[in-house]
């Protein structure tokens, strides 16, 4: 196993998503679709901040596990719905940021208070959680996604975000954080929001610079802060 190797990147997001405050307890989920298959990598309860290569799952859409010794929530249903909905998904991220949550319980989208916001301008929607289980949010949820959105906030709980790659899908998803606290913050001074025109502009240069340099950085920064996620690459 290298540094490439799916299992470690999707370990190194969970940590990533970890120090920029997107911690979920042991509850939010990490996905990414495997390559011809009816199948997805997962991670299952745990903390972000302690993921290692080895607690990665691979399930098929029926949630049967494919390699790993790991149990996996029943929640991850919803994965699955998403990937057979949207074929141009291949990562699915899930957490309880303290600010998306936060701004989650208004109803409301994350608002254009700051230029990185702009990632997700025109690209979010809302849906209430009911608590009545993975099979109605494996409805619910891809509804809500539809064709062309990219992030789902939920109401009382967090967020759901979908990408192209994982490395896309983690940034978008720590900026969602960073976003909702932009806009928890601007609204207590009575900031306003960027013009339809500047969020389109800058929302453009941030997907072609601002998402690839931020992986790369972020994933710089665990060889110092995490070295138990490097020294799984010895005993793989």
């Known amino acids: 196993m290298d540094e490439t190797d799916i299992r470690f990147r999707i370990a190194a997001a ?17 996905s990414v679709r495997a390559d011809g298959e ?3 990598y997962v991670t299952p309860f745990q903390s972000f901040a302690e993921t290692l290569p080895a607690d990665v799952v691979k399930v098929s ?9 790991r149990t996996v929530s029943p929640a991850v249903a919803f994965h699955a719905a998403i990937y ?35 990632l997700f301008f025109e690209e979010q ?7 009545t289980g993975s099979a109605v949010d494996s ?10 959105n990219h992030v789902v906030l939920i109401k009382n709980h967090g967020c759901v975000v979908v990408g192209e790659t994982l490395e896309e ?7 969602l954080e960073q976003s909702a606290r932009y806009h928890f913050e601007a609204l207590l001074i009575g ?16 997907n072609l610079y601002y998402v690839p340099e931020m992986w790369g950085a972020e994933f710089r920064k665990l060889r110092g802060s995490d070295p138990d996620l490097y020294e799984s690459l010895l005993n793989p």
Not at 14 to 30: E, P, Y
Not at 94 to 116: C, F, K, M
């Open 169 to 175: 899908t983690t940034v978008k998803a720590l900026t």
């Open 84 to 118: 057979e909905a949207r074929p141009d998904v291949r990562s699915v991220i899930h957490h309880h940021g303290h600010y998306v949550s936060v701004l989650a319980t208004t109803g409301q989208i994350i608002g254009q208070y700051n230029i990185a916001s702009s």
């Open 14 to 30: 969970r940590r990533i998503l970890f120090r920029n405050g997107c911690d979920s307890g042991t509850a939010g989920h990490v």
């Open 38 to 40: 009816d199948a997805f």
């Open 139 to 148: 409805e619910r949820l891809p509804l809500a996604l539809g064709a062309d």
């Open 191 to 206: 900031g306003t929001e960027l013009s339809k025109q500047h969020a389109t502009e800058y929302k453009y240069n941030f």
């Open 61 to 69: 859409f029926a949630l049967e596990t494919i390699e790993g010794d």
């Open 125 to 131: 929607a809302v849906t209430d959680d009911d608590d």
